[in-house]
Antibody, heavy 121, light 112 residues
Framework: EVHLLESGGAPVQRGGSLRLSCGAS????????MYWVRQTPDKGLEWVSV????????DYTDSVKGRFTISRDNFKNTVYLQMDDLRVEDTAIYYC??????????????WGQGTLVTVYS | QSVLTQPPSVSGAPGQRVTISCTGS?????????VHWYQQLPGKAPRLLIY???VRPSGVPDRFSGSKSGTSASLAITGLRAEDEADYFC????????????FGGGTKLTVL
């Protein structure tokens, strides 16, 4: 059974940093691309970042480019999201999700339970 | 404003059939990209319910079905049950946007 478990969410002051982690089990982690998606009551679901299975490709939504960095450790079966220069509008529940392929696919096959990031001013 | 448009809410009595619409444009659904549906139970993470327009992942009851035509798609739920009360989101792909994975705003299903 696929299982994704996020951690690292916390309250943080504007301009601060956080690193989110997502531990994976139940599948061959190194064979699949992984995503981060966030959710707020106002904006709904929003794709944030993606990394290919081999880490050769990564991408970000415009609002986080230059501030967030996605990475993965295929030996630890973990994907990370380093979040710097946080803004109030980054406040959201952050989910990691699994792609159905080694490269970014069109859908999000499995989701973690989410971790809450709250940025205060 | 979400790229895909869904009704904010729908409702139905137990046993009834409800449908949830998802309207896109010529750069996503109309361009041939598939629609995917997710169910989010209260306080839980989204779960893939239908993918590639019509395919149910293993474990999803056949009471749930999807369809797509042109720039629109629909999720149908038959034999409505209390445990179906949740938020439902459609999602597709749009290469005209810098963030190509796009979502609908979600539809709250209330089982009366």
């Amino acid at each position: 059974e696929v299982h994704l478990l996020e951690s690292g969410g916390a309250p943080v002051q504007r301009g601060g940093s956080l690193r989110l982690s997502c531990g994976a089990s139940g599948f061959t982690f190194s064979d699949y691309a992984m995503y981060w998606v966030r959710q707020t009551p106002d904006k709904g679901l929003e794709w944030v970042s993606v990394i290919s299975a081999s880490s050769s490709n990564e991408d970000y939504t415009d609002s986080v480019k230059g501030r967030f960095t996605i990475s993965r450790d295929n030996f630890k079966n973990t994907v990370y999201l380093q979040m710097d220069d946080l803004r109030v509008e980054d406040t959201a529940i952050y989910y990691c999700a699994k792609s159905p392929d080694a490269v970014p696919g069109e859908r999000f096959e499995y989701w973690g339970q989410g971790t809450l990031v709250t940025v205060y001013s | 404003q979400s790229v895909l448009t869904q009704p904010p809410s729908v409702s139905g009595a137990p046993g009834q059939r409800v449908t949830i619409s998802c309207t896109g444009s010529s750069s996503n659904l109309g361009a041939g990209f598939d629609v995917h549906w997710y169910q989010q139970l209260p306080g839980k993470a989204p779960r893939l319910l239908i993918y590639d327009n019509i395919v149910r992942p293993s474990g999803v009851p056949d009471r749930f079905s999807g369809s797509k035509s042109g720039t629109s798609a629909s999720l149908a739920i038959t034999g409505l049950r209390a445990e179906d009360e949740a938020d439902y989101f459609c999602q597709s792909y749009d290469t005209s946007l810098p963030a190509p994975w796009v979502f609908g705003g979600g539809t709250k299903l209330t089982v009366l």
